[in-house]
Each structure stands twice: as C-alpha cells, then as structure tokens.
C-alpha cells in the first residue's frame, strides 16, 4: 500500500525524497507487517461467521420445506384414507343388497316351484 502512493505520487511528478522511504521502511512497513496478519484473521472470521449464518438460514429454510412437505402428505394420505373408508362402506352396502337381492331371487324361485304344484 505504502509502495502504490510513493508510486503514484512520484508518477505524477512529485518528488519523493529518500528521507520519505526511509521512514516508510523504518516505520509504516513492520507495522503493515504487524497488522496484516491480524486484519486476515479478522475478515476470515467474518467471512466464516457470514457462510455459517448463511447454511443456517439454508438449513432453516430446508427444514420449513420439508415440514410443509409432511403436513401435504399427510393430508393427502388423509384423504386416501378416507375414500377408502367410503369405498369401503360403499362395498358393504353393495354386497348387502346383492345378499338381499339373492334371497328375494331365491324366495321367489321357491314361491314359484311351490305354485306350480
């Protein structure tokens, strides 16, 4: 950093003098050197507290999908079960009236052989 402003300060003719890099090299670069592993630390944190909050958001939002995802399940296998409960009533009654309709057919073949007679 300290190298690109004495760069573009001498690029656009000011003249830097040596004293000037002295101090730089003296002063401004062991304490660069001192902060930069400091600052790495402190925006790699961040960036790892940032990408957890995010996956936790993400996992949240999983997690609400697929509860929505049950609750439509279940509902629907609800309903499933209740058509088959309907059919299944539907079925009994079907199967009275064909014993019932049997037993008529039967009582009026016999009234019918008994009336021949």
Do not use: C
């Not at 670069?29 to 993400?58: D, G």
């Not at 499933?80 to 057919?105: G, P, Y």
């Amino acid at each position: 950093m300290e190298n690109l402003v004495s760069g573009m300060l001498t690029f656009y003719g000011i003249d830097v003098s040596q004293e000037v890099y002295a101090w730089i090299i003296v002063l401004v670069l062991p304490i660069n050197s001192a902060l930069n592993p400091i600052l790495y630390t402190l925006s790699s944190n961040i960036r790892e507290h940032r990408r957890s909050k995010a996956k936790e958001i993400n996992v949240q939002r999983e997690k609400e999908l697929f509860s929505r995802e049950i609750d439509r399940l279940q509902s629907r296998l609800k309903a499933i079960i209740k058509e088959k409960e309907m059919f299944s009533q539907e079925n009994d009654n079907l199967a009275r009236q064909v014993k019932l309709l049997k037993a008529r057919d039967s009582e009026s073949e016999g009234v019918n052989m008994t009336g021949d007679h």
